[in-house]
């Protein structure tokens, strides 16, 4: 079964980091389009960072200049590295990736369930 999982949220005070990991499970061929979302409650589900195809690595106007995605695509894995946090960064961060499980099988996107992150002032 293919899945994405998310770990490394947490509880932090204002300015410190945290690092999300997110791991692609199961028989994949390719991970394509990587990116990292966040909810906070109320709000609608907004972009944080994401890898496109070509082109230059999306982030989301609140967090650039303190978030950095990265991938591994030796281990399967994407990355959220987020520096000098703000209560504002708040949410359920969630991962969300387009799949290919061979060559002769269509791409597909997967989401993650999600991973906490709390900013205490």
């Known amino acids: 079964q293919v899945q994405l999982v998310e770990s490394g949220g947490g509880l932090v005070q204002a300015g410190e980091s945290l690092r999300l990991s997110c791991a692609a499970s199961?028989?994949?061929?390719?991970?394509?389009?990587p990116g990292w979302y966040r909810q906070a409650p109320g709000k609608q589900r907004e972009l944080v960072a994401a890898?496109?195809?070509?082109?230059?690595?999306n982030y989301g106007d609140s967090v650039k200049g303190r978030f950095t995605i990265s991938r591994d695509n030796a281990k399967n894995m994407v990355y959220l590295q987020m520096n000098s946090l703000k209560p504002e960064d708040t949410g359920v961060y969630y991962c969300?990736?387009?799949?290919?499980?061979?060559?002769?099988?269509?791409?597909?996107?997967?989401w993650g369930q999600g991973t906490q992150v709390t900013v205490s002032l």
């Open positions: 969300k990736a387009h799949l290919r499980r061979s060559t002769w099988t269509p791409m597909r996107e997967y």
């Open positions: 199961g028989t994949i061929f390719s991970i394509n389009k």
């Open positions: 890898i496109p195809t070509e082109g230059t690595t």
